[in-house]
């Protein structure tokens, strides 16, 4: 049992109301596999620079997560993305985009990474990602991320690879935008008849919700007073779910697993937000896990004091 | 026991992306009766024209709402709002605004309405909030709405009108506008620091959140394939939140009372959007309320197959 994700492992100079930071650690496959080390072994698909150094792969050592299959390109930089966030902190701002060495990224997995029971495609060209995903056959619950650039501009490519995974984790503009249907509940329909039996859909500070065969899930977000960076959120948020699902070890996990998985993906989600970059992810405990999971219980929990008597129209 | 709303009764004309309606019965008063006349006996306080007829007036009486303080003005027009809903269904954009009769609306209640263990101050303005409070001395819980032009227009006075209910039911915009704070779980706080013990937001196609002294409580919307008309969406949901409270005669309703409270008013907004104006409340069913209510339950359950076993940063 392991998680392999393929992903951007990048420096991110962030601007949000709380302040700058140059060159933090971040990428999409780096706050997956963070997130997704507190519950499996994780294996990180990438490439770096060799501007990529000591610090930041001491980040992974301390949560034992495995980057053998980290390429590290000697003499060439790593991707580095500088964005920033206005007050209402939702919509990314990017100031500048260097892919470097990620401008050619495709890897030949390791066997060991191709072994793994458990595959995040992040977001990433979605050839590429089918490409990763032929490498893991063994597989057995597999996710793809993608974003608004891909939609666009690889339309076709992206719904390829939508039919070889069992897990979508869109935002909820991506939704629409990919289906062409305004109403999420019907894009999360459309979405689901490309082949993926799971649509997860992030919402941003409202949380996330989750369309399945069975019906339907809704995941608030943890009400934080002060969200400082919410780069990362949605990764970090896979990274739970992915995690827990392969904790499992189950080949085909039952909603009673798909929703608590996403549970602990807001969880996860809820820390990442509150640090720049992965720093909160960093220093994460378990107990911090579990008490904030009983605090999302809490948050969910109802029960009628006493059954409602209706009154049919007709009563007096 | 009974459920006294005070605001707008009117006609409307909608345009959506499902149609467009003349001159149908709306008004927050309106909307927040049908929904709360569910669960309790409603008193509209109310001003209309006599262009306000029989077909109207048959809709109240078939929900056995009571409008002995709903004056009619002869010789004169009822309020008469216009708006148009886009693609996304979320934002209302108003096409005319005729107060008509509304414009010198400053009712005095009889005393049976005055004598209602619940108060609705539907979004009036604050001034007349605060007489039409100052009437209803017996009411045990008083909620009270809002909008954009009145924080604008009559801070001070709505904040007065804060200090003397116990919930405020806005939508997430005006909260944050209110309290000149972007972040929610903030805001929501120095709502509540006004003098309300629960603030009760609203956030349109994502479902509402409440705050109290006890914590934080987030209900999903339901995940509709299709929404003909927002309009009155907010005031279903406020009807059916105290009317499911009046329902427990209870002057100091606890947590998991006003959970449930929050989700009958999720359940009742749910059915109000799937036709136009109040067309569906007015053939809704106790049936229908009560399978929705259980799928509400369904949409927010969730319990771990197997405990996470967490990973310290430690192990190997």
């Known amino acids: 049992m392991a998680v392999t994700v393929v992903g951007s492992v990048a420096f991110d100079s962030l601007e949000t109301p709380f302040g700058k930071r140059e060159r933090v650690l971040g990428g999409a496959a780096t706050h997956f596999a963070l997130a997704a080390s507190f519950f499996a072994d994780v294996n990180v698909v ?29 003499g060439a930089k790593s991707f580095h993305w500088s964005g920033r966030y206005a007050e209402d902190m939702t919509v990314a701002h990017t100031l ?14 390791s066997p060991h990474a191709r072994s793994a029971s ?12 089918l490409r990763v995903r032929e490498q893991c056959r063994d597989a057995r619950v597999v996710g793809v991320d ?7 501009s690889a339309r076709d490519a992206l719904i390829r690879t939508m039919g070889e995974v069992d897990v979508v984790a ?14 999420l509940a019907r894009a999360a329909r459309r979405l689901r008849e490309l082949g993926p039996r799971v649509a997860l859909v992030k919402q941003g500070p409202y949380g996330a919700c989750m369309f399945t065969a069975e019906g339907y899930f809704s995941i608030p977000a943890y009400p934080l007073e002060t969200v400082v960076d919410p780069t990362g959120a949605g990764d970090s948020f896979a990274g739970g779910f992915f995690g827990y699902l392969d904790s499992l070890d189950d080949p085909n996990p039952a909603e009673n697993a798909l929703r608590a998985a996403a549970v602990y993906g807001s969880v996860l ?48």
């Open 96 to 109: 500048n985009t260097q892919l470097n060495v990620f401008a050619d990224f495709d890897p030949e997995l």
């Open 46 to 74: 990438g490439v770096v620079g060799d501007d990529f150094g000591e610090d930041e792969l001491a980040v992974y050592a301390a949560r034992s997560v495995n980057i053998d299959d980290l390429e590290r390109v000697p």
């Open 269 to 316: 989600a809820s820390f990442v937000v509150e640090d720049f970059g992965s720093e909160r992810l960093q220093r994460l405990t378990e107990d911090e896990i579990a008490g904030r999971f009983d605090e999302f219980r809490q948050m969910m929990v109802f029960e009628e004091p006493v059954a409602a008597r209706l009154r049919s129209s007709t009563s007096a």
């Open 146 to 152: 993608s974003m608004n650039f891909w939609i666009e």
């Open 170 to 183: 869109l935002n909820d503009a991506e939704v629409r935008m990919l289906t062409g249907e305004p109403n």
């Open 118 to 129: 458990t595959l995040f495609l992040a977001n990433i060209q979605p050839e590429l990602q």
